[in-house]
């Protein structure tokens, strides 16, 4: 075991640096006896988080993104490197329904044939692969290439397409080129006005708070949120503003906004005439979304839109201003349209390619950035190339030493890819790798009947989730400690991932399970289980792409050089994107005329034709908790965690609670026509009266995903993760049912057990 390691934090893609150490007494293997090689078969329930004594000592490192501190995550993530439910071998259900441990070769064969067996039934495409935006970008890229050279399907997508997709989308048709921030995070430190709209990030990465403290103290900071989150509240007492907008209004907001800056001449317009275009167009598109309209669409008081307006104006011209984004703007129907009417109003101001002012959105996950940039998206090549362009199969051909042919078109994107499941045409064998798609999937009811509908499901994890204890067949993988690689942060700075501690026996590497499946299944092309020369092959993949990594390697790593991409070799990366061109053929960023359309589907309509609730529907927000990460497959097994945390809880405004004699505390059923959630009440005036929260990192009956759509955005295939209508009652005795029955599975395998029961 190696002491000291500097590393990053395992979980969202702030990307906090951390140090490693070894504790005076670390456990004699790394493993707790529930653990160890040959034990009682990992129950299908997830055991309840207690916290045993950690392999390592976390502590914060001085960086330019957390500036040595770490959020609550952060601190306790070494305790999952040893928790007693941690899969360390290779697990086969069998008849019964129960997990049972069998040997690597077995597991490996089994894989081979089902893969074999499907191909020969269905077709290339029967096969599919699911990817995560927290696999490193080596696991990312060769995924990528595994999926299309030795399965040989195009069935391949990820969970950042829940993510990050509409705003990638926006920002490729405004610059030519998607990433997250094109800035250093620190850049915003300097700022006079920041305007984010639908991110909660004292919640979701605190740390991330620091750099909004100058805009605050300018009075600046405009925080965009249909509830009074803690970032919204950091506006107080002289901060900035809140605009408490209906949901799904942002887009008719942002147009309102934009309409002010032209209208009162706060826009930029030499910069509009040097480095824009479609800007006639732009301008009739805003001219009906005047304030007091505005107003009449999403509530806030017209004069909060002028002044917003104002402010970024003033703030543009003293020390600079920037427009963020995150999920509560972008997870729509609409989502990408939202995002380029953000884009549009940061164009009128100047602020993209500036030297101090800018656009950019939050990515969320740990890698989402380095994972939709190298091959896992359904669409995309490594490099950011288009799977489509002739060009850039070429080139892929020519790295992987494989003709082109051979390189499958673009597959579905991720709710399609799920919807197929089982399907006669559809996938019916499934690579799950990094996440958790029963959980953290739209219409997660249909999305669990799915994975019990294929004829072969593997999920690789280092537990047993709720997806991957609907698995065939668990492979146990490495976590983060235990391995090797690199990492893309938001601010699109490519980071290294090291091993501090030696992972268990019986565990492996994604990257090996790749390279011997592909070996067994006689794949083309060269595959490898050694982190550096994947990379190495990376960068060569991804040279003369858009996101180019040809010039970074380990060693400029190692050495702590910030290594910004696009980074191609022989130059010194590019921390500020756009200082002298976008990425368009004629260097200009493109205006982009959106309108707000119809957001009522027919699955919408319909939901409501079946629903059996009388009364008025309420719109949910979907959103995270500081304490929880994602699906909650990792954190809920923090002990600390889930004591501060140990349910979901639906927040509703006083007097929506009143009209349905709800009290603080008290159980409600939340419903639609897609399913019910049983949850705990929490009232609050910080939430609209026509609105409720709730978190979806929790499973089963508390599952915020058995309410959402699968209804996606035309462009970017993001799902409706934030308009649900639901109708919500107090809870009455027969409520609670097993999640097979909400499933339209009646075989009895897992049934929910409460957190609370759980802990106590």
């Not at 268990?504 to 490898?528: C, D, F, K, N």
Request: aromatic content about 6%; some cysteine.
């Amino acid at each position: 075991m190696t002491t000291g390691a500097a590393t990053h934090c395992p979980y969202c893609a702030l990307q906090c640096a951390m140090t490693l150490t070894s504790p005076a007494a670390p456990a004699a293997n790394g493993l707790t006896p529930a653990s160890q090689p040959g034990s009682d078969p990992v129950p299908a329930a997830p055991a309840p988080a207690v916290d045993t004594p950690p392999l390592l000592t976390v502590a914060g490192r001085d960086f330019p993104t957390n500036r040595g501190g770490l959020c609550r995550k952060g601190w306790t993530s070494a305790s999952l490197l040893n928790h007693r439910g941690r899969v360390t071998e290779p697990l086969l259900k069998g008849a019964d329904g129960v997990h049972r441990p069998v040997s690597w070769d077995e597991a490996l064969t089994l894989i081979v044939s089902a893969v074999q067996q499907a191909r020969a039934e269905h077709g290339p495409d029967a096969v599919g692969v699911f990817g995560g935006g927290g696999l490193t970008n080596e696991k990312a890229y060769q995924l990528g290439k595994f999926a299309r050279l030795a399965l040989g399907t195009s069935r391949i997508d990820y969970n950042g397409r829940f993510c990050m997709s509409s705003a990638a989308a926006a920002g490729m048709r405004a610059f030519g080129l998607d990433r997250g921030l094109p800035f250093p995070l620190a850049d915003l430190d300097a700022a006079s006005a920041i305007l984010m709209l639908g991110s909660n990030v004292a919640e979701t990465m605190p740390p991330f708070v620091q750099h909004l403290q100058g805009a605050r103290d300018a009075g600046g900071l405009i925080v965009v949120d249909p509830r009074r989150s803690a970032t919204a509240a950091f506006t107080a007492d002289g901060g900035g503003l809140h605009l408490q907008p209906l949901p799904g209004t942002d887009l008719a907001l942002l147009l309102g906004i934009s309409h002010v800056v032209i209208h009162e001449g706060l826009a930029d317009a030499a910069y509009i005439a040097d480095r824009t275009t479609g800007y006639e167009t732009l301008v009739r598109s805003v001219g009906s979304f005047w304030p007091e309209r505005v107003q009449s669409i999403t509530g806030v008081p017209a004069g909060l839109i002028r002044d917003t307006a104002r402010r970024l104006a003033d703030g543009a011209a003293k020390g600079g201003s920037y427009i963020l984004t995150g999920r509560g703007v972008e997870q729509h129907v609409d989502g990408t349209d939202t995002a380029t009417a953000a884009i549009n109003l940061a164009l009128l101001l100047g602020l993209p390619g500036s030297a101090r002012s800018g656009y950019g959105t939050l990515t969320g996950q740990g890698n989402g950035q380095g994972g939709r940039e190298h091959g896992q998206k359904a669409d995309q090549l490594p490099g950011y190339r288009k799977i489509t362009d002739p060009a850039a199969r070429a080139h892929m051909a020519g790295v992987w030493g494989v003709p082109e042919s051979l390189i499958p078109g673009p597959g579905l994107p991720a709710v399609q890819l799920l919807k197929s499941l089982g399907q006669p045409d559809g996938v019916r064998c499934l690579f799950v790798h990094g996440a958790n798609v029963a959980v953290s999937a739209p219409d997660a009811n249909a999305v669990i009947a799915g994975l019990r509908s294929l004829d072969f499901l593997v999920v690789c994890d280092f537990f047993l989730s709720e997806t991957a204890a609907e698995a065939d067949l668990v492979l146990p993988v490495t976590q983060w400690a235990e391995e090797e690689g690199t990492l893309t942060n938001l601010e699109g700075r490519v980071l290294r991932r090291r091993r501090a501690i030696t992972p268990p026996p019986g565990v492996r590497s994604e990257l090996w399970i790749m390279t011997r499946l592909a070996e067994l299944l006689q794949a083309p092309s060269t595959y490898s289980d050694d982190p550096e020369t994947v990379f190495e092959e990376l960068r060569l993949a991804s040279s003369g792409g858009l996101a180019d990594y040809s010039g970074i390697d380990y060693a400029m790593l190692d050495r702590g050089e910030a290594a910004y991409w696009p980074f191609p070799a022989g130059t010194a990366g590019t921390p500020r994107l756009f200082l002298d061109a976008f990425a368009h053929a004629d260097g200009r960023a493109v205006f982009t005329a959106v309108t707000p359309r119809r957001r009522t589907s027919p699955a919408a309509a319909a939901e409501r034709d079946r629903a059996v609730q009388p009364g008025k529907p309420m719109t949910l927000i979907t959103g995270r908790l500081m304490e929880h990460y994602q699906s909650g497959a990792q954190t809920r097994r923090v002990a600390a965690l889930l004591d501060a945390r140990p349910e979901a809880r639906l927040q509703l405004h006083p007097a929506a609670a009143a009209a349905q004699g709800i009290a603080d505390g008290d159980f409600v059923a939340v419903s639609n026509g897609r399913g019910e959630v049983s949850c705990r009440a929490e009232l609050s005036t910080d939430i609209r009266p026509e609105t409720v929260f709730l978190p979806f990192h929790f499973p089963e009956l508390e599952s915020a995903n058995r309410l959402t759509e699968a209804a996606t955005d035309p462009i970017s295939g993001m799902p409706e993760f934030k308009t649900s209508k639901v109708w919500i009652r107090p809870a009455l005795s027969g409520d609670a049912v097993s999640v097979d029955a909400l499933a339209g599975d009646h075989s009895g395998v897992h049934t929910r057990v409460l957190q609370a029961e759980e802990t106590s």
